[in-house]
C-alpha cells in the first residue's frame, strides 16, 4: 500500500511568495496532521483534521499559514507571503484516529525561503 | 497537560554497544506510549508502542517497557549498528488528543 505521499519533496522560493504544500494521506484514515521541524524548535503540530474538518489550529504560527481538506484524500498548507524563517520540513502525518492510534508520516517537504 | 520529556543528545556509542534513551512522561488518563524514529533525510516512523501499564514493546532489537509507577518508557537496545544512526523520539496520546513528541534524541553509532 501507498504511504503518506508529500509534494513536493523540496520547494525554493523567494520571500514574499506564496508556497502550496501538498498532501495525499494513506486511503482509510480519518485523521490527517501538519507539522513542521527545525533544529532549534523540533517537531511542531501545526493543524490537524478529523474527517476533513479542522479540529485543532492553534499551532498554526501566523495567519500568513492556512490549511485546508477539501476531501478525504488531499490537504494543503499554504503560506502566503512566505519568510525566510518558514524554512523548515514539513511533515503530514495520517491515523486511522486522532487518538490512541499511530501517526504514519509522509517523506517531507523541505521548504528553503530565501 | 500532557508531556513528553527524553535525554537530551546527541548520544555516541561505538558499534555493540548497549543504548537507552530516558522517556519519562505527564499525562490525564492512560495513555498510549511510543517511540518513533527518523532516519537521515525521512520522516518519522513508528518503532514500537505500548497500550498499557507493564506491555513491552518490542521491534529491530529495540525494548521499552510502560513502567506506571514511574512514569518512564525507556528506550534499550542490546548492541547498537551503524544503521541505527538516527533521531528516536518518544511520544504519549490519551483520549481523542493527537500525539504529543518529545523533543528527539540524536543517535550516532561509530564503527
Known amino acids: 500500500d501507498a504511504g503518506v505521499i508529500q509534494s513536493p519533496r523540496h520547494e525554493v522560493t523567494e520571500m514574499g511568495q506564496e508556497v502550496t504544500l501538498r498532501c495525499k494521506p494513506i486511503?482509510?484514515?480519518?485523521?490527517l496532521f501538519w507539522y513542521r521541524q527545525t533544529m532549534m524548535r523540533g517537531l511542531e503540530l501545526l493543524i490537524y483534521?478529523?474527517?476533513?474538518?479542522?479540529?485543532?489550529d492553534s499551532g498554526m504560527p501566523e495567519d500568513r499559514f492556512s490549511a485546508k481538506m477539501p476531501n478525504a484524500s488531499f490537504s494543503t498548507l499554504k503560506i502566503q507571503p512566505s519568510e525566510p524563517r518558514d524554512s523548515a520540513v514539513y511533515f503530514c502525518a495520517s491515523s486511522l484516529l486522532a487518538g490512541q492510534e499511530t501517526q504514519y508520516f509522509g517523506p517531507g517537504t523541505r521548504l528553503l525561503v530565501l | 497537560g500532557n508531556s513528553v520529556t527524553q535525554m537530551e543528545g546527541p548520544v555516541t556509542l561505538s558499534e555493540e554497544a548497549f543504548l537507552t534513551i530516558n522517556c519519562t512522561y505527564t499525562a490525564t488518563g492512560y495513555p498510549s506510549l511510543f517511540w518513533y524514529v527518523q532516519y537521515p533525510g525521512e520522516g518519522l516512523q513508528l518503532l514500537l508502542k505500548?497500550?498499557?501499564?507493564?506491555d513491552k514493546g518490542s521491534n529491530k532489537g529495540f525494548e521499552a517497557t510502560y513502567r506506571k509507577e514511574t512514569t518512564s518508557f525507556h528506550l534499550e537496545k542490546g548492541s547498537v549498528q551503524v544503521s541505527d544512526s538516527a533521531v528516536y523520539f518518544c511520544?504519549?496520546?490519551?483520549?481523542?488528543?493527537?500525539?504529543?513528541f518529545g523533543k528527539g534524541t540524536r543517535l550516532s553509532v561509530i564503527a
Open positions: 511520544a504519549l496520546n490519551s483520549g481523542n488528543t493527537p500525539l504529543v
Open positions: 486511503s482509510g484514515h480519518n485523521s
Open positions: 483534521f478529523n474527517n476533513n474538518v479542522p479540529i485543532d
Open positions: 505500548a497500550t498499557k501499564a507493564d
